[in-house]
């Protein structure tokens, strides 16, 4: 398992139809590749948490779709394994740190899953995934 410090976009805008087309289409175009991406609506709005292979870049883009916030994340790279996720949230709950949100997937079965989250310590959160 690795684990290292990121950061993810969140941007928020009106919800529409071609949302998810137009913001892509623009990070395309600019060359950006979209590594993590995890959405929701509420109410009118569209909420996009997203990991770029060019943050800098892509707040240019974006700027102008919405509203754009950072925030710092941890992306582990782990074992597609039954209960590696569980093994993770036993030693954040034993280290008493809490979750604000988490997201992932595994590409291929039985190879590698990522996933990504903030907590309420995310120095400590590393330290005790590194361990």
Known sequence: ???VKGE????TCDNKV??????????KNKNINLRGVSAFVYDSKAAFRLITSDNVK????LKNIGSLETKEVIIVDMPDEIGQLNTIAKRLKDAN?????IYGTSSKP???AIIVFASS???????????
């Open 1 to 3: 398992m690795k684990a």
């Open 8 to 11: 993810e976009l969140i941007l």
């Open 18 to 27: 071609g949302k998810l087309e137009e913001l892509t289409s623009l990070l």
């Open 58 to 61: 892509a707040k240019e883009v």
């Open 97 to 101: 740190i809490d979750l604000t949100h």
């Open 110 to 112: 039985h190879e590698s």
């Open 121 to 131: 310590d995310n120095n400590k959160a590393l330290a005790i995934l590194a361990a």
